[in-house]
């Protein structure tokens, strides 16, 4: 597999931690402190797939593919615009990738990881040769906005990105999952409510979680999936150029990059400016060090998500980039 080019997108309009403590119970330095979030960016005129498609459309141009060599498109989300049809028939009609095959795939903060390790297993059937992966999000429609424990947390974007089954740039890949402790972490669907069983009009459901049982499962997890990476990769952990983790809290970057003994320096943040964004950061934080060049030809980086299931990915990129 090897990346061929990159893209991300978010909303126009941000939210800065003074701005919630205006309309709730909160305040900047409780946010800052406890996160390391500063700011976010909330949809308002966009949608899951207008994120999606521009996203789409920056990593097909940097990619210089033409869109009808797409032949797969996965999107990972947990918050489509539609129950069906799924975001990456959106994106493909969207794009006009009209000869690729394309589905969403559910993984929470993982999703990209998962969709990457899909792409890779579809590769290795030599029927698919170029796959467009998304994560995209609006996750600011599942919040319940009188809750402060959550709402501060999320935000909305966007990050795409083309691979294609030539080169070897994926050098390990791990991924697990714990659906005991899925409902630290959850958004409830419609119940069933039909002509046999009347439950009367439904309120939309919105995002619950165990703060503290996600913070323990994620300081537990990601250095466990990452020194497995690693040891699969045949690769020292002092060799890693950067590390680009799920973005949902600094604190658990750090306690990471402890228990990895690494300098925080190596792990790329964005999450200041986005908040967590799901399955859309790793592949947003992606192009972004791309995009700064941060990352040199050679360079091996590691990426981890981890979240709702519970489920965790982790992977080791060689990169190649033109310098
Ligand atoms: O993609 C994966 C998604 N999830 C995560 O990454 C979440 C992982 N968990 C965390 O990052 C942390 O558990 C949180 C940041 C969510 C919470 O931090 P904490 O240090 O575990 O705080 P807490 O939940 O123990 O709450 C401490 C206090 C509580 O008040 P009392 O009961 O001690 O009086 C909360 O009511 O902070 C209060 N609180 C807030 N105060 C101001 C909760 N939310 C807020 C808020 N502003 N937004």
């Not at 929470?108 to 998962?114: D, E, K, P, T, Y």
């Not at 690494?262 to 799901?278: D, R, W």
Request: charged share 20%; with cysteine.
């Amino acid at each position: 597999m090897k990346i061929l080019g990159t893209g991300s997108a978010f909303p126009k309009k941000t939210v800065t931690n003074d701005d919630l403590a205006q309309v709730m119970d909160t305040s900047d330095e409780w946010i800052r402190s406890r996160t390391g979030i500063e700011r976010r960016h909330i949809a308002v005129e966009e949608t899951t797939t207008s994120l999606a498609v521009e996203a789409a459309r920056l990593a097909i141009d940097r990619a210089k593919v033409s869109v009808l060599d797409i032949d797969l498109i996965i999107c990972a989300t947990v918050s489509p615009d539609y129950i069906f049809p799924t975001l990456a028939c959106e994106v493909q009609a969207a794009v006009g990738a009209s000869r690729a095959a394309a589905f969403d795939i559910g993984a929470g903060c993982a999703g990209f990881l998962f969709a990457l390790s899909t792409a890779d297993a579809y590769f290795s059937t030599g029927k698919f040769h170029n796959a467009l992966i998304i994560g995209a999000e609006t996750l600011s429609k599942m919040m319940d906005w009188s809750d402060r424990s959550t709402c501060v947390l999320f935000g909305d974007g966007a990050g795409a990105a083309v691979v294609s089954a030539e080169g070897n740039q994926l050098l390990s890949m791990v991924q697990g999952s714990d659906g005991a402790g899925g409902m630290a972490l959850k958004c409830n669907n419609r119940p069933v409510s039909n002509l046999y069983r009347q439950l009367g009009a439904q309120n939309y459901s919105y995002t619950e979680m165990d703060g503290s049982a996600v913070y323990k499962f994620a300081v537990r997890t990601v250095p466990m999936a990452v020194s497995e990476a690693l040891e699969q990769a045949k690769t020292a952990v002092d060799d890693v150029a950067l590390f680009i983790l799920h973005q949902a809290n600094r604190r658990i970057i750090e306690a990471v990059a402890k228990r990895l003994r690494q300098p925080l320096e190596k792990f790329a943040m964005n999450l200041q400016e986005y908040g967590n964004i799901s399955a859309a950061s790793v592949p947003a934080l992606l192009d972004q060090v791309l995009r700064e060049k941060r990352v040199k030809n050679g360079d091996r980086i590691v990426l981890a998500g981890f979240g709702a299931g519970l489920t965790w990915g982790a992977c080791v990129l060689e990169m190649q980039v033109e310098e």
